[in-house]
Every structure is written in C-alpha cells, then in structure tokens.
C-alpha cells in the first residue's frame, strides 16, 4: 500500500488550526480525509463537523485531476429545480450546494468543489460551495459551476489564490469577502455577471473586494449586479480580459439603487477595463476611496487570520 501525505496548516485566531489532507491510495481506492482541532458543533445535510475527537470531519473519494496528481474534487449536480423531500417542493437555489460550509474557522486548500448542473437544464441555478460561517479562508481552491457557483452567504471570508468559475451571478451572497489574486473565469453565454452581492442596508457591513485578480473566460460579462439597494462591490488592481460589457454594472432594473450601491474599479488594466462606456453612477475611485478595499484589515484580518 502507498500512501501519499500532504498537510497545510494555517494559523487563525489564537489557535493552530491544522488540516491535513491525507491521501490513500489502496489500488484505486482514494480517499481524502480532513482532520481540524477547533470546529465547533454542527450538521449539515452534506458534512458532519464532529468536535475535535479525531475523527475525520469530512471523508469522501478523490479523483485524478489529469495532470497525474490527485486532487480531490467534491462534486454534485443539484439544481434549484430538482425537488426535495419535502411535499416535492423545489430545493430552491440556496438548498443546492455540493459543499455547505457551516463552521467557523474552516479552512481548505487544494481541493475542488464543483456543481456539475447540467447546462441546457430548467432553473439551473446550482451552488458548488455555500459559507454560512464567519472568518473562514480557500486557498487555492476551485470552485466550480454555472449560475450561482459560489453562495458567498454570511461572514467574513478570505479567497486567495482560488478560481471561480461560472456564467451568471457566479459570485453571490451577503458576506464581507476579500478575493485576493484569484481567476474569475466567465462561461457566459450571451450575458451574465460575476458578482451578485446582496446587501439591503447601509447598517450591513458587508461587501466583495477583489484585488489583483484576473477575469478570463469565454463569455461576455457584468463585473456586478446589485442585488439589494446598498450592494458594495469593488476591483482594485484587476486585469480584464475583453470580455467585460462595457457598461460594467446593473441596478437589477431597479433604477433606486444606482443612489446607495458601491460599485467600483480602482487602477485595473487590460482591454476590458476600459471605464468609457461605464454606466454612469459606477465609480473609477479615488487611492483614498480605494484604501480600505485593498488588503486583509478589510476582513478585519489582524483580528483572526495570521497567515504563514
Ligand atoms: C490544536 O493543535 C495544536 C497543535 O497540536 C495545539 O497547539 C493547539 O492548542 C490545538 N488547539 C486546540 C483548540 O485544541
Ligand atoms: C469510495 O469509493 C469506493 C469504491 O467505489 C466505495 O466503496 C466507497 O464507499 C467510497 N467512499 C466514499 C467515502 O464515498
Ligand atoms: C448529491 O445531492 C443529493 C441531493 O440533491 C444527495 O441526495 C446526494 O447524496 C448527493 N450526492 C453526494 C455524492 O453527496
Ligand atoms: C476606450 O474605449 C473607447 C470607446 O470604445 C475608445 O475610444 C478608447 O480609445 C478606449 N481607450 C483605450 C485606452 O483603449
């Protein structure tokens, strides 16, 4: 039997937190197992998170990611439409991710979470990976989807290095994110949008920053959609790809939101950052205005993540 071992660890808050993905390879049997010492309690329909007690808190097979390095890859391919169990009522898209992350401090690395919705499907909104818990980190994680592939839910969260894929809305939810160095890859077909933040208040402290990411793909696209009359959505440092639609942004059609959304691009570059055909009300900001988007005191960072 050979096994292959890969461990990450990464400091949060006080304590170590320690993930080790461990890979067995037992003739084609492949399992990852991830262990961490400070989750807390909770269950979900698709990961059981047992307090720290040795045991594994999520197990599931891997596969081969083509290049002869086997990297695990989470996969489903529920939609918003499949019905539940419930009276055969409709999930609904929040109801839909292959991978719900519900406890704090999760951290994750080198892994793939992909929902796998089939394209020319009926109400194909279909989350890959949910966050509905505070101060969790991806590190170079792929995510993966079409409508809605990652449920950016709730919390403050740090993507770094990761890539998201997806055609409509891809990036969405109310959480206060930063996306550090991550590639946002389009599969648009006629239309669609990167981020749907949703925030309905200006009491919410909330919002998605991107800094020196890369918007790639194959489909022409929106950098956001306000999804709430005070949606904050900013790209500080990207390079664009020409596959941005030169308006850039939508107030969802509904023209109140133009006064209280945040929508702005600080000093990005490449073809599709040219702002002249920029809806009028979004913002080329100012270095001062750009300040606080830009690095991890954003997500309050000094107060949890300590990076090594
Ligand atoms: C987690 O494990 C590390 C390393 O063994 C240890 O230093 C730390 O105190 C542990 N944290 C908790 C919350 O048990
Ligand atoms: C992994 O795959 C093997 C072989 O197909 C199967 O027997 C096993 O139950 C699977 N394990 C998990 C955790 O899905
Ligand atoms: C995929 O999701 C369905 C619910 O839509 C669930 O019943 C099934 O167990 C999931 N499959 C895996 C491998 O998690
Ligand atoms: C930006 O786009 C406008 C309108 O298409 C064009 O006239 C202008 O030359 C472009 N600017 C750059 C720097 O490419």
Redesign the pocket.
């Known amino acids: 039997m050979k096994r292959v071992f890969h461990t990450t660890i990464i400091m949060v808050d006080k304590f170590l937190l320690l993930i080790k993905l461990v890979m067995e390879i037992q003739q084609q049997f492949k399992v990852l197992l991830i262990w961490s010492n400070k989750t807390t309690h909770k269950e979900s329909r698709f990961i059981y998170i047992p307090e720290f007690t040795g045991k594994p808190m999520m197990m599931m097979n891997v596969t081969d990611s083509g290049s002869g390095i086997l990297l695990p890859v989470i996969t489903n391919s529920t939609k918003a439409s499949d019905k539940g169990s419930w009276e055969g009522q409709e999930l609904g898209m929040s109801n839909t991710a292959t991978l719900w992350v519900q406890s704090n401090f999760f951290c994750a690395t080198a892994l793939t979470v992909e929902n796998l919705v089939e394209k020319d499907g009926d109400r194909r909104q279909a989350v890959a990976l949910r966050v509905d818990s505070d101060k969790a980190v991806f590190y170079q994680v792929k995510v993966v989807g079409e409508q809605d592939t990652l449920l950016d839910n709730k919390g403050t969260h740090y993507f770094y290095q990761s890539y998201i894929q997806g055609s409509v809305d891809f990036i969405c939810g109310q959480a206060k994110s930063l996306f550090h160095e991550c590639v946002l890859y389009s599969i648009a077909e006629d239309s669609g949008a990167i981020a749907a933040h949703h925030r309905n208040s200006a009491e919410e402290d909330t919002g998605f920053s991107f800094v020196n990411c890369r918007i790639k793909g194959n489909g022409r696209i929106l950098l956001g959609r306000a999804w709430g009359e005070y949606s904050t959505t900013t790209y500080s440092f990207c390079e664009m790809d020409d596959i941005i639609n ?1 308006i850039g942004w939508s107030d969802w059609n509904v023209p109140s939101r133009q006064q209280n959304a945040v929508f702005g691009e600080y000093q990005c570059y490449g ?1 599709g950052s ?1 702002r ?2 920029r809806v009028e009300w979004s913002k080329e900001l100012s270095s001062e205005e750009a300040m606080p988007f830009l690095d991890t005191n954003y997500i309050n960072g000094d107060q949890w993540l300590r990076l090594q």
């Open positions: 030169p073809k040219n002249t055909g």
